[in-house]
């Protein structure tokens, strides 16, 4: 069996395959790290882990120290100058994270076309690929909830609270305060990916993929034009030359 796994900043997302095919997935937040590892004492047989690691380093070592205890390799995905046909487009590829670094492999090796790739989480990453392969770069901004906290760190005299299942798919001007501040940072969203495709001269192919907690705001209000890939992140590991 393989086990791979994605650590964000606030959830790891996992999932076993035996010959490519997925026996089993889950999602946990950091804090569970134990109730995770319980259900690996499951599994008869691990071959790896591969890990992709943007988390707490004690998430790292505490899986680190797992792998040697039952005796299996663990495989730590690094960010690379050229990777299954992508080129980084930073000068220094080891200070690009290696989450935005598999969904930039993942998504273009799925379409071989020119992308953009969304993954919304605790930060919000935009990264631009061309049809050749190579990098661009991209741009980073708050998600939502980080929003919500500098939000309401600025606003002392109220406290915001956005229900993560609100529906912000109308991108109108929202008539609650709650209302506004989510609708406010999925137009912002929007424009940025509207500049971006409006700008590129290959826009009539661009591809653009969202993945990440909060990525189905973003389907729902880019529509037929975006594509939603949940494990785009645990999808790169298997480009990776490790």
């Known amino acids: 069996m393989r086990v791979e796994i994605d650590a964000g ?3 790891v997302k996992w999932r076993i395959c035996a010959e490519q095919i ?6 946990f937040s950091n804090k569970d790290i134990e109730v995770f590892l319980k259900v690996l004492d499951q599994i008869p ?5 591969y890990i992709a690691s943007v988390s707490h380093p004690s998430i790292l070592n505490r899986i680190a120290s797992y792998s ?5 390799p663990l495989i730590e995905a690094k960010t690379k100058k050229i990777t299954a046909g992508v080129s980084c487009g930073y000068s220094d590829p080891s200070i690009l994270g290696i989450d935005r670094w598999l969904g930039i492999v993942a998504a273009y090796n799925r379409f071989r076309l020119p992308c953009i790739i969304i993954d919304s989480g605790t930060t919000l990453t935009i990264d631009i690929v061309r049809g050749d392969g190579r990098h661009l770069g991209g741009y980073i901004l708050p998600g939502k909830e980080m929003s919500l906290n500098i939000m309401n760190t600025g606003a002392q005299q109220i406290q915001i609270n956005i229900d993560n299942d609100q529906n912000i798919t109308n991108p109108s001007p929202g008539n609650s305060t709650e209302e506004c501040i989510a609708k406010g940072q ?4 929007k424009s940025i990916i509207e500049y971006v495709v409006k700008n590129s001269e290959e826009r009539n192919e661009t591809q653009i993929i969202a993945t990440g907690g909060n990525a189905q705001d973003i389907i729902n209000v880019l529509g037929s034009d975006a594509h939603f890939d949940p494990e785009l992140i645990l999808n790169g590991l298997k480009y990776l030359d490790l």
Not at 45 to 49: D, F, G
Request: aromatic share 0%.
């Open 9 to 11: 900043n606030s959830r």
């Open 68 to 72: 040697s205890k039952r005796g299996c």
């Open 186 to 189: 999925i137009l912002m969203i």
């Open 45 to 49: 047989s691990i071959e790896n882990i």
């Open 22 to 27: 997925v026996e089993s997935r889950g999602v």
